[in-house]
């Protein structure tokens, strides 16, 4: 696998622009053969994804990614495919590589007719190139019936580089946009395909670097890395043989008011399944007997006040705060007693709804909210998280310190100033109760173990959606909380 930067990074699109045309440089060449690469691997992939297509559509722009869609076009007459451009705009405003592609495919035979709504689709295949990285705002007119013929065709869609309608920045939708069952990116990947509604509208994902060597990214400074299996690798090293339960920590889960006794077994049940040596939780008496019942390995203890707390918060190295906690007198007597707590704490559920009632920062926490946590804790709308969830990440570290797992489709990690991480794994079945207590016990675990808080919740964030991922082969409708443990035990010893 290449170690190129764009395989690891996430880059905004103004970036993508520097690097075209320091690659452009490098190479020696015009842009427009970057153009002829990036059209001729779009069309590489689109064969071997539906090899049967016997008809494409491709609807193109007027800007360089309607370019990339004429290259496309041309290969595939030539190819023998039956081929028709819809040109969405006035085809004569086309200009530069753009406008060269256009007449190389008109000159070798292309059919081209002005997109007209309701005009009927001949393609097996639908080719999306109306808009690449430029796009700021919502699509009106012939370009968002152009978006909505394409949605609704029927027919499997390509996009090329990105989405028509996706924010490449941002990974919001800007009102009508593409959902395509596959997407070609070029160069590098875009921060907006990653996180947000990018997902979703890109279906399947793939970079295609064009060649484009490393030296091109340089000085340009990425939006954000990936997470990958790398990661887990380096941070969690085979155990030495003399290895015991007093080396790798003491979780203590505090949680589990009346009804939600479940949330804090769970969160138990990870940390202990992520390695933890020593896994204690913290809940109403009444629940203790069915929770050792359950799972006899961790150790419980009720408690009704902060004073019986006070103990055990002093042979705890973690405490994970939050799961099934409540809002109560309970909830709260037990929240402000564990914030005096002097290590590491992880901070999910009603401990951030507590949270943000009367917010303080600490450098030593982890905070893993929602977009509607994350919501309370900004005083804002969900809305107004998912529309930048890069920004609103950066606004909850710089508000409340420590770092901040903003949970969702791209999960992402965001310690105060440094590079955000982003997740790739994960997957729609993971939309079921249970699945945050279980993210935060294994955060807790991996943080007892002595992984430093963004490693740990990066880490954690990575193995909680393969676990997923994994339980998912099944099916991701029923997807259960329970469903992870036996992969989390698998995937914390990749060695």
């Known amino acids: 696998m290449t170690t190129k930067p764009c395989h690891d990074y996430l880059y905004d699109a103004a970036a993508v622009r520097t690097i075209d045309v320091q690659a452009a440089r490098l190479l020696g060449m015009p842009t427009f053969v970057l153009m002829q690469r990036a059209g001729a691997a779009a069309y590489a992939w689109l064969r071997r994804r539906w090899p049967q297509a016997a008809r494409l559509d491709v609807f193109c722009g007027l800007g360089n990614n309607g370019g990339d869609g004429y290259i496309l076009a041309r290969q595939a ?16 405003r086309l200009r530069g590589d753009a406008a060269l592609a256009a007449q190389e495919y008109r000159q070798a035979g292309g059919l081209v007719e002005r997109f007209q709504p309701g ?26 019936a152009a978006v909505a013929a394409l949605n609704a ?20 939708a800007l009102g009508e946009a593409v959902t395509a069952s596959a997407t070609i990116t070029f160069i590098a990947y875009k921060s907006g395909l990653l996180t947000g509604a990018g997902p979703a509208l890109s279906g399947e994902l793939v970079l295609a670097d064009l060649g484009v060597p490393a030296a091109a990214f340089g ?21 030495p043989r003399d290895a015991h339960k007093g080396r790798h920590g003491h979780v203590l889960v505090i949680g589990g008011d009346y009804g939600m006794a479940g949330a804090a077994r769970l969160a138990a049940e990870a940390a202990g399944r992520v390695g933890a040596g020593l896994v204690t939780v913290a809940t109403r008496a009444e629940h203790c007997a069915g929770l050792l019942a359950a799972r006899p ?85 969900g809305a107004e998280v998912q529309a930048d969830r890069y920004a609103a990440a950066v606004r909850l570290s710089e508000r409340y310190g420590g770092v901040v797992v903003l949970k969702g489709a791209g999960t992402i990690v965001q310690a105060s100033a440094a590079l955000p991480w982003v997740c790739r794994a994960g997957n729609p079945g993971m939309g079921s109760g249970g699945m945050g207590d279980v993210l935060s016990g294994v955060i807790g675990g991996l943080l007892a173990q002595g ?8 880490v ?3 193995v909680h959606g393969q676990a997923a ?26 060695a």
């Open 77 to 92: 007459l030539q190819d023998g495919l039956a081929v028709r451009v819809l040109q969405v705009g006035d085809g004569g």
């Open 119 to 144: 005009i009927a689709l001949q393609g097996e295949v639908l080719v999306d190139a109306l808009f690449g990285t430029g796009l700021a705002r919502p699509l009106e007119g012939e370009w968002a």
């Open 153 to 172: 065709g029927g027919r499997p869609v390509l996009a090329l580089d990105l989405p028509s309608g996706l924010h490449a920045d941002t990974g919001t």
């Open 219 to 239: 000085g340009v400074a990425p939006r954000a890395a990936i997470i990958g299996e790398e990661l887990v690798r380096a941070a969690l090293p085979r155990r």
């Open 297 to 381: 390995e961790a150790m419980c203890r009720g408690v009704a006040s902060a004073a019986d707390l006070a103990p055990l918060l002093q042979r705890a190295t973690v405490v994970v705060l939050g799961p099934g906690l409540g809002q109560g007198d309970w909830g709260r007597a037990l929240f402000e007693a564990a914030l005096r707590f002097p290590g590491s704490l992880l901070l999910d559920a009603d401990a951030l709804n507590l949270l943000a009632r009367q917010p303080r920062r600490n450098p030593r926490w982890v905070l893993t909210p929602h977009p509607g946590e994350a919501a309370r804790l900004l005083g804002c709308s």
């Open 451 to 458: 992984l430093a808080a963004q490693t740990a919740a990066a």
């Open 460 to 462: 954690g964030v990575q």
């Open 469 to 494: 991922d994994r339980a998912a082969a099944a099916g991701e409708r029923g997807l259960l909380a329970m469903d992870l443990m036996p992969n989390l035990r698998e995937l914390v010893n990749p």
